[in-house]
C-alpha cells in the first residue's frame, strides 16, 4: 500500500496540474472572447467611420439634390452647429428673402443637442439682426 505522505504528495500534484489546466483553458476562452470582442469594435468603428464620412459628404453635395429646395447659390455652408444658412431669393434678385437654417442628415442621424436648442429658438423668434462696427 501507498503511504498517505506519497497519496497526499499525488493528490498536490494532481490538483496543481488540474489547476494549471484551468488556467490555461480559462485564459485560452478569455483571450477567445477578447479577439471576438476586439473585432465586434473594429467593425463597429469601420461602419461608424463609413457612415460619418456619407454624412460629410452629403452635407457638401445637398444644394445639388432634388431634395434641397433652394437655389444652391442662395445656400452659405457652416458644418457646425447647423450645415447650411440659405437667403432664399437672393439668387433671383427676388424683393424678399427668406433666411433659412438648414441642417443635412442621412439615415437615422438625429438632431443634436444644441441643434434642438437652436431650432426652438427660431421658432420662437428668437432671432435678431445686429450690426457690428470695429475701428
Same mark, same amino acid.
Given at each position: 500500500?501507498y503511504?498517505?505522505?506519497?497519496?497526499?504528495f499525488?493528490?498536490v500534484?494532481?490538483l496543481? =496540474? /488540474?489547476?494549471? /489546466?484551468?488556467r490555461?483553458?480559462?485564459g485560452?476562452?478569455?483571450?477567445k472572447k477578447? !479577439? !471576438?470582442?476586439?473585432?465586434?469594435?473594429?467593425?463597429?468603428?469601420l461602419?461608424r467611420?463609413r457612415?460619418?464620412l456619407k @454624412?460629410?459628404?452629403s452635407?457638401h453635395?445637398a444644394?445639388f439634390? !432634388?431634395?434641397?429646395? /433652394?437655389?444652391?447659390?442662395d445656400a +452659405?455652408?457652416?458644418g457646425?452647429?447647423?450645415? /447650411?444658412?440659405?437667403f432664399d431669393?437672393?439668387?433671383d434678385?427676388? !424683393?424678399?428673402?427668406?433666411?433659412? =437654417?438648414?441642417?443635412v442628415?442621412? @439615415?437615422?442621424? +438625429?438632431l443634436?443637442?444644441?441643434?434642438?436648442?437652436?431650432?426652438?429658438?427660431?421658432?420662437d @423668434?428668437?432671432?435678431?439682426?445686429?450690426?457690428l +462696427?470695429? @475701428?
Open positions: 500500500m503511504s498517505l505522505t506519497t497519496v497526499l499525488f493528490v500534484v494532481f496543481i =496540474l /488540474y489547476i494549471l /489546466y484551468l490555461k483553458k480559462v485560452y476562452e478569455v483571450k477578447i !479577439e !471576438e470582442k476586439e473585432e465586434e469594435i473594429r467593425k463597429d468603428a461602419d467611420s457612415s460619418t @454624412g460629410k459628404i452635407e453635395l444644394p439634390t !432634388e431634395e434641397f429646395k /433652394y437655389n444652391a447659390s +452659405r455652408f457652416l457646425s452647429p447647423v450645415d /447650411y444658412i440659405v431669393g437672393m439668387g434678385e427676388s !424683393e424678399d428673402i427668406k433666411v433659412v =437654417l438648414a441642417d442628415k442621412t @439615415g437615422k442621424s +438625429r443634436s443637442s444644441i441643434q434642438k436648442k437652436i431650432k426652438k429658438a427660431v421658432e @423668434g428668437e432671432i435678431t439682426w445686429e450690426t +462696427r470695429l @475701428g
